[in-house]
């Protein structure tokens, strides 16, 4: 009888084991799915937020001109936008020169927002194009001499590019536009 338990034992154990009474691994995680909400129920409110962030970062490269200190600008700028502005800010340093008054902002249009407002859209970049007005705004040298000359434009038509990035809106880019001047 003790042979005839040991091999029902025998065969009983196995079969539990194939039966499931052994851990299971864990379920595969699952990947994150991208967000499809858009980040602004319309493109109107898309411009609004995109004019804001780039006053934000004219405000702070005015002001990293008048200061030399370009921390700031990391809250309002990334990438080229950050670079350049920074190394623009070392070099007003090292020349002495310094700026008094503040550059304006006129004009904002969208040039593509499309992908800030889109269902499913994973663009995180928009383009806006705006005249910057630099009228208000005088560079001086190391002597506190005047270093503008009044001959050239003081409105620039310009091509920002602003990412949406952690919650906020940076400007990445910005450049000069080349094609029609819409300033004028």
């Known amino acids: 009888m003790r042979r005839t338990a040991i091999a029902l ?26 967000s499809s909400t858009p980040l602004f129920a319309s493109e109107e409110e898309a411009l609004e937020a995109a004019t804001e962030a780039y006053a934000a970062y004219e405000l702070a ?27 623009s800010v070392d070099e007003y340093s090292r ?11 006129d004009k904002v249009t969208a040039a593509n927002l499309s992908g800030w407002v889109s269902f499913g859209s994973s663009e995180r970049d928009g383009q806006i194009y705006a005249c910057l007005d630099v009228s208000g705004v005088d560079v001086t040298d190391a002597n506190g001499a005047s270093v503008v000359n009044n001959d050239s434009p003081r409105q620039f038509p310009t091509l920002v590019t602003i990412t ?7 400007v990445s880019e910005e450049s000069i536009w080349e094609g029609r001047n819409f300033c004028a």
């Open 164 to 170: 949406a990035a952690a919650g906020k809106l940076l």
């Open 95 to 105: 020349a002495g020169k310094k700026q008094a008054g503040y550059s304006k902002i």
């Open 61 to 87: 490269l005015d002001t990293a001109f008048m200061s030399y200190d370009a921390d700031p600008l990391k809250r309002v700028a990334t990438g080229k936008a950050l670079a350049s502005a920074s190394k």
């Open 9 to 34: 034992a025998l065969l009983i154990v196995p079969v539990l084991a194939l039966s499931g009474c052994t851990p299971t691994p864990p379920p595969a995680a699952t990947q994150p799915k991208p």
